[in-house]
């Protein structure tokens, strides 16, 4: 069965570090990657995704990803936090040829401390 | 364009009732999605639908949830008898192209059993 791992259920980071969100997942074959973020009480919005080519993957935000097919990993960066991303990250996956069902990742809770 | 419209925003309801969803997904968008979000977890696929036929339901609680598309457009979602077990938030999402570019999901309607 297909499955989406996020090994860090909180992470928290000051404004202006670095961050890096983890993605592993487990397949045969590469699947379609995504990565969504959502604030309290909000839907889901898109970040980026993955379906080929380039593996270094540049989102909305300035955040940006990188497919690692060895270590079968997606992890999201993003340069210089800023107090705004403080929500919770998913990633998620779509196993080609496989009824396009998207599943998710148990997400990360991200904190901004000022 | 118009994002995927869900209400209503919040329900609390005694258990044993029942419940109804209501879904309007994107102008044009084929396949809708409903998805069940338990406080803490990431986001589980409860129905897929492409066009008004269903494609996946396979997790979908069908001695207490039903859920249909009977014009290709918009989706109900009901619960009938809910538990406390079903107190979540339910997304609903929908997206032109099966799996390649991603959902885009409504804000969801947080149900609490009580």
């Known amino acids: 069965a297909q499955s989406v791992t996020q090994p860090d259920i909180h992470i928290t980071v000051s404004e202006g570090a670095s961050l890096e969100l983890r993605c592993n997942y487990s397949y045969g074959a590469t699947p379609y990657l995504f990565w969504y973020v959502q604030s309290p009480g909000q839907g889901l919005q898109l970040l980026l995704k993955y379906f080929s080519g380039d593996t270094l993957v540049q989102g909305i935000k300035g955040f940006e990803a990188e497919f690692k097919r060895s270590q079968s990993s997606f992890n999201l960066r993003k340069p210089s936090v800023h107090w705004s991303d403080a929500a919770e990250y998913f990633c998620?996956?779509?196993?080609?040829?496989?009824?396009?069902?998207?599943?998710f990742g148990t997400g990360t809770q991200l904190k901004v401390e000022l | 364009e118009a994002g995927v419209a869900q209400s209503p925003r919040y329900k609390i309801i005694e258990k044993r009732q029942s419940v109804a969803f209501w879904c309007n997904p994107i102008?044009?968008?084929?396949?809708l999605y409903w998805y069940q979000q338990i406080l803490g977890q990431g986001p589980k696929l409860l129905i897929q639908?492409?066009?008004?036929?269903?494609?996946?339901d396979s997790q979908l609680p069908k001695d207490r949830f039903s859920a249909e598309r009977l014009k290709g457009v918009d989706s109900t979602l009901k619960i009938q008898p809910a538990k406390l077990e079903d107190s979540a938030v339910y997304l609903c999402?929908?997206?032109?192209?099966?799996?390649?570019?991603?959902?885009?999901f409504g804000s969801g309607t947080r149900l609490t059993v009580v």
């Open positions: 102008s044009g968008h084929a396949t």
């Open positions: 639908f492409q066009n008004n036929g269903v494609v996946d």
């Open positions: 999402a929908s997206s032109l192209v099966q799996g390649r570019d991603g959902y885009t």
């Open positions: 998620a996956v779509v196993r080609t040829g496989g009824g396009n069902k998207l599943t």
